[in-house]
């Protein structure tokens, strides 16, 4: 079975760290660019990260820049996104993507999709 799988979220205070992984079944991240999204209630799909298949400079959002970190590790088929000095505006759902390629900072051409994992940062 084809899919991806989103762990790691929770419950922090502002100022603390989460990191989220998204680790794939039934095919192989290093042939995949992936890209990192979340989407909070009541707004719009926000890409956050991609990353080409080369591992090669990774794009973030202006929203994350200096705080999130993406990494992967190809012989546990897994990406992570660390994230730290978390703020009540990053409360959200995150998604991982698996893709063709990275434009304007984000995903292009997803197939496939994780289920989401709930972050929310709250004092």
């Known amino acids: 079975q084809v899919q991806l799988v989103e762990s790691g979220g929770g419950l922090v205070q502002p100022g603390g760290s989460l990191r989220l992984s998204c680790q794939a079944s039934?095919?192989?991240?290093?042939?995949?660019?992936m890209g990192w999204f979340r989407q909070a209630p009541g707004k719009e799909r926000e890409a956050i990260s991609c990353m080409t298949s080369t591992n090669s400079s990774p794009q973030y959002a202006d929203s994350v820049q200096g705080r999130f970190t993406v990494s992967r590790d190809n012989a546990k088929n897994t990406v992570y996104l660390e994230m730290n000095n978390l703020e009540p505006p990053d409360t959200a759902v995150y998604f991982c993507a698996a893709g063709r390629g990275c434009i304007r900072k984000q995903l292009w051409s997803a197939e496939y999709w994780g289920q989401g994992t709930q972050v929310t940062v709250s004092s």
């Open positions: 039934g095919f192989s991240l290093d042939r995949y660019a």
